[in-house]
């Protein structure tokens, strides 16, 4: 499944961004969708999952309280909302899509993966 992130962009910190996750020709309703993020020279970080009918969200200690993952079904989109933000969310955000069933905050439990988004927030 071919995944597209949109929404990045540049906030100060404190901001909220939202970051969307689409798809076209496949129900994204049929798959666990992730978002990760990753800083040159780092390994990706686990930020949030969602399972397949929303019955269960998962978050990373580092954004659990400030960001929020959804699904909006007719729209086929999975969203990340982020607010108070820091300068250490700064990052490429990608989102992800996991056929097998069941939330794994692990970047290799993941088949499907889109073009990450820039996400800076600095003052």
């Known amino acids: 499944v071919q995944l597209q992130a949109s929404g990045g962009g540049l906030v100060q910190p404190g901001g909220s961004l939202r970051l969307s996750c689409a798809t076209s020709?496949?129900?994204?309703?049929?798959?666990?969708i992730g978002w990760f993020r990753q800083v040159p020279g780092n390994e990706r970080e686990a930020i949030s999952c969602?399972?397949?009918?929303?019955?269960?969200?998962l978050y990373g200690n580092s954004v659990k309280g400030r960001f929020t993952i959804s699904r909006d079904y007719a729209k086929n989109t999975v969203y990340l909302q982020m607010d108070n933000l820091k300068p250490d969310d700064t990052a490429v955000y990608f989102c992800?899509?996991?056929?097998?069933?069941?939330?794994?905050?692990?970047?290799?439990?993941?088949?499907?993966w889109g073009q990450g988004t820039q996400v800076t927030v600095s003052s």
């Open positions: 992800a899509a996991r056929s097998d069933f069941g939330c794994k905050m692990n970047p290799s439990s993941f088949d499907s």
């Open positions: 020709g496949v129900n994204m309703n049929s798959f666990v």
């Open positions: 969602i399972t397949r009918y929303g019955g269960t969200s």
